[in-house]
Structures are given as C-alpha cells and as structure tokens.
C-alpha cells in the first residue's frame, strides 16, 4: 500500500489575481499559441513556471521567476502541512463532469514493489525536462495524477448533466 504524507501547498495569493487566471492546463497539452494566450491573460499566470521558454536557460528563468514570486508575496507556503482535497469541473461531450481528488506527498518506493505503477509511457525529453525544472527551482509546479483501487467502494458516475 502507498504511503501516503501530508504537505505544505504552495499558492498564489489574493495579490496575484484571479485564480481562473492564474491557472493553465498540464504542460504536455499545451500548444504554443495556447501557451503564449496563458502569457497574455496574467503576469502571474503559472504557465511562466510550468512551461518556461525565455532566456537561454529556461530553468533559470523560471527559477528566479519563483523566488521573484515568493519575495513578493506573488506565491507563498502554508505554514502547516495538510492533504488537500480539490474538485475539477469541466464539459466534455456536452455532458458536465466533475472529479475530485486529493493533493499530497507519496512515498517513493522501488517499481519492482508493485505500490506505484506507471499509467503511461512517458517520454525520455519530456521527462529530463521536467526534471530540470524541479532541479532548478526546488519544487513541482504540476501535480501527479493517480488513481487507487478500492473494492469496497464501486464507482458511480459522476456527470452532473
């Protein structure tokens, strides 16, 4: 079984702006024109974090980004940790889905163990970017989405249409 920690969520503040603006879609599906539409919604806009391409070194880039945020109260760390549970909604199809999920820390453990398996075949570029990224600026700007099997507990559906 995973093991499961609390953490400390890093946020934008009411100074950034509004979250709706703030906020952009995983990294790995954006196009560049999408990417440059998120640039020009909010300076805060977390697509100067999440997928950086100015300067020579991107990383860098973003990673004095990040400290620039965090001195200015663009960002800030809650002080306690806590698990976090959250609620997309969106529309596909014509139908209105929402799912929920929660944010926290999983222990890493060996593959061969059998508590974290992959979903999907991640490329080699994608995952050397990202992990410059986090090297760069000490932290993960995009969450991990998992799910977990629980038998007691069958799925309903959750189309609020």
Same mark, same amino acid.
């Given at each position: @079984?995973?093991?499961?920690?609390?953490? &400390?969520?890093? &946020? +934008?503040?009411?100074?950034?702006?509004?979250?709706?603006?703030?906020?952009?879609?995983? #990294?790995?599906?954006?196009?560049?024109?999408?990417?440059?539409?998120?640039?020009?919604?909010?300076?805060?806009?977390?697509?100067?974090?999440?997928?950086?391409?100015?300067?020579?070194?991107?990383?860098?880039? $973003?990673?004095?980004? #990040? &400290?620039?945020?965090?001195?200015?109260?663009?960002?800030?760390?809650?002080?306690?940790?806590?698990?976090?549970?959250?609620?997309?909604?969106?529309?596909?199809?014509?139908?209105?889905?929402?799912?929920? /999920?929660?944010?926290?820390?999983?222990?890493?453990?060996?593959?061969?163990?059998?508590?974290?398996?992959?979903?999907?075949?991640?490329?080699?570029?994608?995952? $050397?970017?990202?992990?410059?990224? @986090?090297?760069?600026? /000490?932290?993960? +700007?995009?969450?991990?989405?998992?799910?977990? +099997?629980?038998?007691?507990?069958?799925?309903?559906?959750?189309?609020?249409?």
């Amino acid at each position: @079984m995973a093991e499961v920690k609390a953490l &400390r969520a890093l &946020r +934008f503040t009411p100074k950034a702006g509004d979250i709706k603006d703030l906020a952009c879609p995983p #990294y790995d599906i954006i196009s560049e024109e999408e990417r440059k539409a998120y640039l020009n919604t909010n300076p805060c806009n977390i697509i100067r974090l999440e997928l950086p391409r100015e300067g020579e070194n991107q990383y860098a880039v $973003a990673a004095d980004l #990040y &400290r620039k945020w965090l001195d200015e109260g663009i960002l800030a760390q809650d002080e306690q940790p806590g698990l976090y549970i959250y609620e997309e909604e969106f529309t596909a199809l014509g139908a209105t889905h929402k799912v929920k /999920g929660l944010q926290c820390r999983v222990k890493l453990t060996e593959f061969s163990e059998g508590v974290v398996l992959p979903h999907e075949e991640t490329l080699s570029k994608a995952k $050397a970017d990202r992990f410059e990224l @986090m090297k760069a600026c /000490g932290t993960n +700007f995009s969450s991990i989405y998992s799910l977990y +099997f629980d038998p007691d507990r069958p799925c309903a559906p959750s189309s609020t249409a």
